[in-house]
């Protein structure tokens, strides 16, 4: 293997380690917070919100 090989497993690795170290303590937080989890952004994202969506409405006749 080359250094640069070794160098992006390194970084693929820390990555990965990083993002199950982020899921485990957001895990951790809500089980030890209580039952209802707090929203703590005011930002809304689009799973948030309502899918009215309707292909076939006949809107366009």
């Known amino acids: 293997m080359e250094k640069k090989d070794i160098i992006i497993l390194v970084v693929v690795f820390a990555t990965i380690g990083f993002s199950l170290y982020r899921k485990y303590m957001k895990k951790k937080n809500e089980s030890s917070s209580g039952s209802t989890p707090r929203k703590k952004s005011g930002r809304s994202s ?13 809107g366009n006749s």
């Open 46 to 58: 689009l799973k948030d919100q309502a899918d009215d969506y309707e292909p076939y409405s006949g």
